[in-house]
């Protein structure tokens, strides 16, 4: 709930415009709607001048006319334009009429809006409807499955989580893939846009694909741009006040079936036994009473809850929306959560030939993360045993944990580290942007814009001294008692952009021009520091509560700064022939003097067919078909690529003893070579539509080429330095993308279907001479690495063994090839392939045994409607992507001493001759630990995104309620449904294949709400 808040809107409105001396011909009049109410704010222009009016409170006008034969030209957003020839008329009453479709079809294209049917590039707009209907945090989740070609995975059910978003696909190996965020004109100076932006207040969506539609941004659309424009005011329009508030329970959405103490036991006793080590001593002969379900510990029912109020109102020459919103988010993990409070102010004002405007957003999000260390808290849930009591009120902290009779106790205990463990990131950031734009004379029109982005981020982390055993021995991976670790981050960015729009008709040609400089700053400051012991405490959690030092305190500065000139001409014939060219010269700081400028450009051609002569009386409403290539560039690379670093770890000792910490050469190596990550795009596609507009289809096919890609490289120890930048290779994106769409209506009943789908295919094209292939960093738990980028793959290869079942008897093992070295192998063992044919398993016979591409997304939105009553179904899905399951890997690999599923009491014997389940044995004791498509699953699955039913109140029972503009109910369920072959916690995984050790799960989410308007 949110407490002790008062919200009051004041909104004035001052109205006022100059006299202008007395002239030979004065025309007056009023103009309204169809419902005969007054449009408030009305352009009145006197045709081929600038001169020209707008209508008061009460839709009135009155003009001094200047030309011999005047014709007055009368628009309003939202409604169609209308010409009228005064002749000896003084007097005019004038109706408008709504343009309802003008205003769906109208597309964000960067620095400007177009039709829909003259877009020549590959845009897909997302309307409110879509969106705000949603129970959702973040808009991104409201987007999954609706459009084609956008690739978002909730790979981390963390509250607050931002989703891992992709635009045809990932076409970079070190630099971000992260698409470009466009919000209200202001460039946001990272991705994180889950905690800037509160869905409610989005009116649409605009998603650029392709180089044509993104070239206008340059070098940093290679990855694609997302615009979305936030709720304004409308002109002419009522005060109008909005109430939302929906709420409800989570649970997570799934849980592994592990072993209880009995089983855990007895499968603990078999491989100590199979493997000649010792039982472990609590677990040898003795009966066991504890039973503990860790994730059943550590999970619970969660909840999240919204509120929010917003208005809008406007004016003869101007408009105001704003907005307040609390989002409350209680995760389904003990400890965890996220709350977020915004408040949104959009303003415009039009004074005759000027129009002035600003946009301003306060958000602050704090973020209850728990524990993030070696592996997460689900990892240690998982591996726990289950023969270990949660609490002990005799240890310090209350809890209790593995010791010495207990077998491997160097684990983290989950409940006690996520209970005990402090740790939250507060950030405050604040996105303000002001215009001014003036009509220099009829169709040229200078706008300037200046916007600003600051944001503040402070992350703590304490952790109190605890105990888990009688040993005296402080817990595994804090040695040092309490532990306090503090973070303030400082990022800030100011954007200026000048351009110059002119727009003109030539009888049938129709031209539109754009030129524009802008500049842009960004920088970001950070401090940390860590301390342990001494005075620490949960009384006291405060720096200087102890001199004890873990690690030197840092504080980086970064500056960018990039400089742009930008230009667009658009030009059509008829409406039938159209074409776009786009120029965009950027300049980066990241580079040096001699890389740092590049060009990059687009063009695109279009053919509206269905206006053509020959179709008039032929079955397309709309048929368009159109091309596209063009260049774009990447500039989400590490700051300092360019530049060599110093390393500051070097200490020396002088006078004996005095310890001296110094700098000295020996980490990244300057290459002055380094140049801009560059993309080629080229596309093709058909909209159409038949059947009196009800049934519409897209379809696209693209090729996208990434060149000269970043790779952080590491270098041999023996060159005296850790590691360079260089561009590494290519990667190709090539796929296809349909949508369709129905709608209709009968009678009171109205439906509409929309599906999408995308075919996509990556693969590396060239690497730099002298790179054969690139492999993930070797993680600590990792004998090899599970990724390979090599030519004629994707970025996201799974390499490894491959497996060819279980060895049955010894007999099959002689019969060879030779096992893999190192350990014996037996039957029961993984048997693997001898891919090179020379009669020995060996490092060589490692190849590629799976590709995470997602080869195919997919949604599809069923929405339906009868007198009050809405329903709406969503689902989204994924096909094709292997993955490689790390915890199956765990919780079936006899890895030290932890617990595991419940598949392992079918483990491979001499009487049970498992085809499934290797024997029992410890992992150092097998080589069934080795990387190979023994681990490796499909991760394809259909998710029931949102469904939800609602029920509007009608006019006549709303008017009886104070007269209420809207009133409507509805219940909501998401992620209800998973249909999948995976056997892991949830096929949604990040999207190189490689699980995490342990991830926060998905939850399943149960909603109520009500929606109120006056």
């Given amino acids: 709930m949110i407490n002790r808040i008062r919200l009051f809107y004041f909104l004035v409105f001052v109205l006022c415009w100059g006299s202008a001396q007395a002239q030979d011909k004065i025309v007056s009049g009023i103009i309204r709607d169809v419902n005969k109410q007054p449009l408030i704010g009305t352009n009145v222009v006197e045709k081929g001048t600038i001169n020209g009016t707008i209508t008061d409170l009460e839709g009135k006008f009155s003009l001094v006319l200047t030309t011999e034969n005047p014709v007055l030209v009368f628009s309003f957003i939202g409604y169609l334009e209308q010409e009228i020839t005064v002749g000896s008329q003084t007097d005019l009453m004038v109706t408008l009429e709504e343009d309802l479709a003008e205003l769906d079809e109208l597309v964000v294209i960067g620095y400007g809006t177009q039709k829909k049917e003259n877009v020549t590039g590959a845009i897909t707009k997302v309307g409110k409807d879509a969106i705000e209907g949603r129970p959702v945090a973040d808009f991104q989740s409201a987007l999954q499955g609706q459009v084609a070609g956008l690739q978002i995975t909730g790979t981390d059910g963390q509250p607050g989580a931002a989703p891992t978003i992709r635009i045809r696909g990932t076409g970079t190996i070190t630099g971000g893939s992260e698409p470009l965020y466009v919000i209200d004109g202001v460039i946001l100076q990272d991705g994180d846009a889950f905690s800037t932006i509160n869905p409610s207040d989005i009116e649409s969506v605009n998603v650029l694909k392709d180089a044509s539609a993104a070239a206008i941004y340059g070098a940093r659309a290679a990855n694609g741009v997302i615009i979305i424009q936030t709720k304004r005011g409308k002109s002419g329009g009522k005060p109008q006040f909005n109430v939302n508030i929906f709420g409800g329970p989570k649970t997570v959405t799934n849980k592994l079936d592990m072993m209880n103490s009995q089983e855990y036991q007895q499968v603990m006793n078999t491989v100590k036994d199979n493997s000649g080590l010792p039982r472990i001593p609590n677990l040898d002969g003795t009966t066991i009473t504890t039973n503990t379900d860790w994730q059943d510990e550590l999970y619970q029912t969660g909840y999240q809850q919204s509120y929010e109020l917003s208005g809008s109102t406007s004016g003869k020459n101007g408009s105001i929306y704003a907005s307040i919103n609390h989002y409350d988010e209680k995760g389904t993990m003990i400890n965890t959560g996220f709350t977020r409070t915004s408040m949104r102010i959009n303003s415009d004002l039009t004074v005759k030939r000027f129009k002035f405007g600003n946009t301003i957003s306060y958000t602050r999000s704090n973020y209850n993360l728990g524990y993030l260390g070696d592996r997460n808290p689900t990892f240690w849930a998982l591996a726990y045993s289950p023969a270990i009591e949660v609490k002990n009120p005799d240890n310090l902290g209350g809890y209790n944990g593995l010791g010495p009779l207990d077998g491997d106790y160097n684990m983290i205990q989950p409940v006690a580290t996520q209970n005990l463990l402090d740790r939250n990131r507060v950030i405050n950031r604040v996105i303000a942007s002001v215009y001014g734009e003036v009509e220099l004379f009829h169709g040229l029109n200078f706008k300037t814009n200046l916007a600003a982005d600051v944001s503040n981020i402070h992350h703590k982390m304490f952790m109190p001294e605890f105990y888990l055993n009688d040993t005296g021995e402080p817990p595994y991976l804090f040695p040092r008692g309490a532990e306090l670790h503090e973070e303030r981050n400082e990022r800030s960015m100011w954007l200026w952009e000048n351009t110059l729009n002119y727009k003109k008709t030539f009888g049938k040609h129709n031209l539109g021009l754009l030129a524009g400089y802008t500049m842009q700053h960004s920088r970001q400051n950070w401090m940390n520091a860590s301390v342990y012991g001494g005075n620490l405490s949960s009384e006291l959690p405060i720096l200087n509560g102890s001199p004890n030092i873990i690690a030197d305190s840092k504080s980086p500065l970064y500056d960018k700064n990039t400089l742009s000139y930008i230009g667009r001409a658009i030009y059509d014939y008829d409406g039938k022939y159209m074409a776009t060219f786009n120029f965009r010269r950027d300049g980066s700081s990241v580079f040096t003097d001699e890389n740092r400028f590049h060009n990059f450009m687009s063009g695109s051609v279009g053919w509206l067919i269905s206006k053509e002569g020959f179709m008039v009386n032929g079955p397309f409403d709309l048929l368009k078909l159109r091309a596209s290539y063009g260049s774009l560039g990447n500039d989400q690379i590490n700051q300092r690529a360019t530049q060599s670093l110093l390393n500051s770890v070097p200490r020396y000792v002088f006078n004996g003893g005095t310890l001296v910490p110094t700098v000295a050469p020996g980490a990244q190596v300057f290459n002055p070579a380094l140049v801009w990550e560059k993309q080629v795009q080229t596309n093709v596609g058909i909209d159409a539509a038949v059947l009196k507009n009800r049934l519409s289809f897209t379809v696209d096919y693209f090729i996208k080429v990434s060149d000269d890609l970043l790779l952080d490289y590491t270098l041999p120890s023996s060159t005296g330095y850790k590691n360079v930048f260089v561009n590494a290779g290519e990667v190709q994106n090539k796929g296809w993308e349909f949508s369709v769409n129905w709608g209709d209506k009968k009678g009171e ?147 030290r001493d932890f617990n595991m599923t419940k598949d392992v009491l079918g483990a491979w014997t001499p009487e049970n001759k498992s085809t499934t389940q290797p024997r029992a044995i410890a992992k150092q004791l097998s080589n069934n630990d080795v990387i190979s498509d023994w681990w490796v699953e499909k991760a394809s699955y259909l998710r029931v995104k949102n469904l939800q039913l609602g029920y509007s109140f009608n006019e006549s029972l709303r008017s009886k309620m104070g007269g209420l503009s809207k009133l409507r109910l509805y219940v909501a369920g998401q992620n209800l449904f998973t249909f999948t072959n995976y056997s892991g916690l949830d096929p949604e995984v990040q999207l190189d294949g490689i699980i995490p050790d342990g991830t926060y799960p998905m939850s399943r989410s149960f909603i109520a709400g009500i929606q109120v308007g006056f």
Wanted: cysteine-free; proline content about 3%; glycine content about 12%.
């Fill in 749 to 895: 009943f109205t439906y509409s279907i929309g599906a999408n789908a995308t075919f996509i295919n990556n693969e590396v094209t060239r690497l730099a001479e002298g790179l054969p292939f690139i492999t993930e960093s070797k993680k600590a738990n990792w004998e090899f690495t599970r990724n390979r980028i090599e030519v004629g793959h994707s970025l996201y290869s799974l390499y490894g063994f491959k497996s060819d079942g279980i060895y049955q008897s010894q007999a099959e093992i002689d019969a060879g090839p030779t096992p893999y070295p190192g350990a014996e192998t037996k039957p029961g063992d993984i048997r693997y392939v001898d891919v090179n044919g020379d009669g020995e398993i060996t490092d060589d016979d490692r190849t590629f045994i799976g590709d995470a591409n997602q080869s195919v997304t997919y949604g599809m939105n069923i929405n339906m409607g009868y007198k009050g009553f809405d329903f709406n179904l969503q689902l989204q899905g994924v096909y094709g992507n292997d993955v490689f399951n790390s915890t199956r890997f765990y919780t079936q690999g006899y890895d």
